[in-house]
Nanobody, 124 residues
Framework: QVQLVESGGGLVQAGGSLRLSCAASGRTFSSYAMGWFRQAPEKEREFVAAIGWSVRTTAYADSVKGRFTISRDNAKNTVSLQMNSLTPEDTAVYYC?????????????????WGQGTQVTVDS
């Protein structure tokens, strides 16, 4: 089992930036792929970005490609999501997720481990 804790959410003005972090603990983290998902009010949870671990591949939703960047720090067992050029459409609870394979996935049902989420609110 892997425990995930997100941080870095908050309130930001449109056009601004935030950096989310996800700290992982538990069994060996290096064998897990990671993903970021988000859920806006009255909407279904949607894929944002994913990154492999030993398999270093990345994927992004079309809505965030070019604005968001997912990265990892193996030594610190963390995964980050740098979010630039934020708009009100990015307002959501952002969740970090992990799966027990080395490659990432766009499907939330393929991630058994989830953090509690961190709120991102973009004004104007």
């Amino acid at each position: 089992q892997v425990q995930l804790v997100e941080s870095g959410g908050g309130l930001v003005q449109a056009g601004g930036s935030l950096r989310l972090s996800c700290a992982a603990s538990g069994r060996t983290f290096s064998s897990y792929a990671m993903g970021w998902f988000r859920q806006a009010p009255e909407k279904e949870r949607e894929f944002v970005a994913a990154i492999g671990w030993s398999v270093r591949t990345t994927a992004y939703a079309d809505s965030v490609k070019g604005r968001f960047t997912i990265s990892r720090d193996n030594a610190k067992n963390t995964v980050s999501l740098q979010m630039n050029s934020l708009t009100p459409e990015d307002t959501a609870v952002y969740y970090c997720a992990a799966r027990e394979v080395t490659g990432g996935s766009r499907r939330e049902d393929e991630y058994p481990y989830w953090g509690q989420g961190t709120q991102v609110t973009v004004d104007s």
